[in-house]
């Protein structure tokens, strides 16, 4: 009977912080840092799929990188103004973590 309660207890625990990641709405503010995440997350993974790409096969690839770069460009400037705006603590952290991926992404590859 012991090991049923505290079997229940974890699938309860388990149970809310899924429905708390997965079904819980964020709010705008939330949702549009989430949505420049997601951007990142994709130009950081082609900018390391085109150095893997010229790197294996020798062709060049410069611009999958490029194209990438741009994007993460355009994603820090989007964040710095939607930061400038943000009232809800959630959004904010989310953002400076954001921010701080970005400038690791930026000193990885030297760029500015």
Known sequence: MGRFI????????AGYFAYSYFIAEKSAEEQAVIDLEKQFDRASRAFAGA?????ATGIDMTSGAETAVKTVKRIRKELAELKSGLGEEKALARARDLQEKIETFYRANDLE
Do not use: F
Not at 51 to 55: E, L, T
């Open 6 to 13: 505290i079997v229940l207890i974890i699938l309860i625990v």
């Open 51 to 55: 150095g893997r790409m010229s790197g």
